[in-house]
């Protein structure tokens, strides 16, 4: 199994930058993509950023130009570097990892963990 614990979240100024950081612990080896999403009151939970063992990235229309996804492997983590910061970047976000496991029956198949959450503020 994969648990994960995020850092790096807190209050900044519009247009300020902020670095979230989210280590793995347990089968790092097993996992597969990993991503970032985000949860603003009322709102669903929507992905911001992801990236794929190999390291190809995919980020959301509002994010996009801002925010740099990366991870290192071999350490099971993932940062998310968020420059030009808006208020409504404010939530609270949230590291997923996508993992394989073996199950009872010796069968593959594909979990996902999630992180605790760290909430970044954006505001004046």
């Known amino acids: 199994q994969v648990q994960l614990v995020e850092s790096g979240g807190g209050l900044v100024q519009p247009g300020g930058s902020l670095r979230l950081s989210c280590t793995a612990s347990?089968?790092?080896?097993?996992?597969?993509?990993m991503g970032w999403h985000r949860q603003a009151p009322g709102n669903r939970r929507e992905l911001v950023a992801s990236?794929?063992?190999?390291?190809?990235?995919n980020y959301a229309d509002s994010v996009q130009g801002r925010f740099t996804i990366s991870r290192d492997n071999a350490k099971g983590t993932l940062t998310l570097r968020m420059n030009s910061l808006k208020p409504d970047d404010t939530a609270v976000y949230y590291c997923?990892?996508?993992?394989?496991?073996?199950?009872?029956?010796?069968?593959?198949?594909?979990?996902?963990?999630w992180g605790q959450g760290t909430q970044v503020t954006v505001s004046s």
């Open positions: 997923e990892a996508d993992y394989q496991f073996l199950n009872a029956a010796e069968a593959w198949e594909v979990g996902r963990a």
């Open positions: 990236i794929t063992k190999g390291g190809s990235t």
């Open positions: 347990g089968s790092i080896r097993s996992i597969n993509a």
